[in-house]
């Protein structure tokens, strides 16, 4: 038998395998494991949910809030009172139910805490500058105050609950909160970390291609123009404000139930 040079000799006790018979005779499954959650808060202690510093929400989407909050109860306690005229009508016998109770207040529209350009709902958002000539505009005046982790993750847990209140959510469980506050922690630096870059490419290059670095960073996070947050802001928390004070239809059906001949008699607001 012809041999080359270098051949590796074959030993007598080694039999001749093919590549199949290589192969495992039972394909055993991959264990495939799913990426850990990346969870900011979890490798910091928990903040508690009362706010250690003075706060200021929104005014107008609070009220709005408790517009949701008022419109829900009314809905539950015509439900109630149609439930329990249909068994009346259907003659099944219950025990003897309590009188309806009057119809709920609305809550009063809080004048005195409105900014100015909300005062009248229909108005349309106007954007306003800053007077250049301004200490604020120049960067003087008092330090800005640092807040420390704790602070702004209490803050940020609050607005997350006051959204989901505005979207109409009556309650949410603990760990929602806490995941939802971690995404919007991401989103946050995330933007912030495009806005130093943009600031110091404008410091360095002396120029940028949009009106400023603020409309930059909002065109790159897909937000728009700051047009964009503006009709934002007119349609999503102003117009709706305005759409939950029209919204009566609740109260007319309780009214109407309550009191059918004096409901003819009430005017139909616009």
Request: hydrophobic share 35%.
């Amino acid at each position: 038998m012809l041999r080359y040079w270098g051949e590796i000799p074959i030993s007598s006790s080694q039999t001749n395998r093919s590549s199949f018979d290589l192969l495992p005779r039972e394909f055993r499954l991959v264990e495939v494991h799913d990426p850990p959650l990346h969870q900011p808060s979890a490798n910091k202690p928990k903040p508690p949910t009362m706010l250690d510093i003075p706060s200021e929400p929104c005014s107008l989407t609070i009220h709005t809030i408790q517009l949701i909050q008022h419109n829900r109860r009314l809905r539950n306690l015509i439900a109630t009172a149609q439930a329990q005229s249909q068994q009346q009508m259907e003659g099944v016998k219950t025990e003897e139910s309590e009188p309806l109770p009057s119809c709920p207040g609305s809550p009063p529209l809080p004048d005195d805490l409105l900014p100015l350009d909300c005062k009248n709902p229909n108005a349309p958002f106007q954007i306003r500058h800053s007077d250049p000539e301004s200490d604020f505009y120049r960067g003087k005046g008092e330090p800005v105050t640092e807040l420390s982790w704790h602070s702004c993750r209490q803050l940020l847990y609050q607005a997350v609950a006051t959204i989901l209140a505005h979207a109409g959510f009556e309650c949410a469980n603990e760990s929602v909160l806490e995941t939802l506050t971690d995404v919007a922690h991401e989103y946050c630096l995330k933007f912030t970390k495009l806005l130093r870059f943009a600031v110091d490419r404008e410091a360095r290059l002396g120029q940028t291609p949009f009106p400023d670095v603020m409309e930059q960073v909002f065109h790159e996070v897909g937000i728009g123009s700051v047009l964009s947050l503006q009709k934002f802001w007119q349609h999503r928390i102003k117009d709706y404000h305005s759409y939950m004070l029209q919204v009566r239809s609740p109260c007319e059906n309780w009214v109407k139930m309550c009191n059918p001949g004096v409901f003819s008699c009430i005017p139909h607001l616009p």
